[in-house]
């Protein structure tokens, strides 16, 4: 079969099991499996696929076909212009997301001095990873309840950072086990409420770890104790910055000025969803 035969395969074997961008994620299994770039791909769609290479990319294909995420299939994702690592028992990096680094960046762009930052649920690590990435003169502590989650970060800061002295990792759960105080406290929690789980497309409600998506009964759990015990690590005028659902602004915006916070502020990504919610607390 001709390279360009069998990649309309796959779409069709794709688009019969209902996934979405099919025509897109045939492609980029095939570069996968190939080790093509799309431009190969273009050049050469009219060359002889051998049965082995047609094998291989096929049985990606079907994996594909049962709603396993692309992501999982390749072992990676792109964030922040960062190739990450992932593996089936991390949250996979999503494009909402950089909305919380790019905050972040903006908040701390006027700093002259070394910043401790610390990513909170850091799951792959590309929250933190690429702050530190994006502001060398950075110092970031990563810290997950999930053993999983601290191996893919620490195997993302051995591929992407030439300076992995400036980056720390800890197995707590939440902050058991942190110590210091920091400048910036980052998070993407769990936040999905639990009965609404059920209701996720397949990619994510079969197949992405329950510990990284349910936010219990209101989705609040988490933002209620990081925001309540965060006053404990967060230096004078630091910031905590979270990533929300598009629902919960409000809810969280409380639980900051509840909380002593102020400059409470809500971002929205490019949907104009409001995506991320940010405190300073000072210090009294």
């Known amino acids: 079969m001709r390279l360009f035969e069998l990649v309309k395969y796959g779409q069709g074997m794709l688009e019969e099991s ?27 769609r009219d060359r002889d696929i051998s049965a082995e290479l047609e094998t291989g990319y096929l049985e ?3 994996r594909r076909c049962t709603r396993e995420p692309l992501q999982y299939i390749t072992g990676v994702q792109n964030f922040m212009g960062y190739d990450f690592c992932t593996s089936e028992n991390v949250l996979i990096p999503r494009q909402d997301t950089e909305i919380l680094v790019e905050t972040a960046l903006n908040l701390t762009k006027s700093s002259q ?3 401790d930052v610390l990513d909170m649920c850091c799951g792959t690590g590309c929250i933190g990873i690429s702050y530190g990435l994006l502001r060398p003169d950075s110092k970031v502590t990563l810290a997950d309840i999930s053993g999983d989650a601290i191996r893919v970060t620490r195997k ?9 002295e400036r980056f720390d990792v800890i197995n707590t759960d939440l902050f058991g086990g942190v110590d210091g105080q920091f400048d910036l406290i980052l998070s993407n929690p769990p ?4 009965d609404v789980i059920e209701s996720l497309m397949p ?7 329950r510990l990284a998506l349910d936010g219990k009964a209101d989705g609040l759990y988490f933002y209620r104790i990081i925001v309540s015990q965060a006053i404990k690590y967060i230096k004078d005028e630091g910031y905590v910055v979270f ?3 598009n629902d919960q602004a409000e809810d969280v915006q409380h639980l900051f000025v509840d909380t002593g916070y102020d400059d409470v502020h809500v971002v929205q990504d490019l949907c104009r969803n409001d ?3 940010y405190g300073r607390y000072h210090r009294k």
């Open 18 to 44: 209902g996934v979405p961008d099919a025509e897109i994620d045939a492609a980029l299994l095939w570069e996968h499996a190939s080790g093509m770039n799309r431009t190969d791909m273009f050049f050469e």
């Open 60 to 62: 990606l294909i079907r």
């Open 113 to 115: 001095k070394t910043l």
């Open 156 to 164: 993302n800061i051995t591929k992407l950072c030439d300076e992995p």
């Open 191 to 194: 936040y999905i409420k639990s």
């Open 203 to 209: 990619e994510v409600r079969d197949n992405e770890p």
């Open 243 to 245: 990533e929300i659902g």
């Open 275 to 277: 995506r991320v919610v």
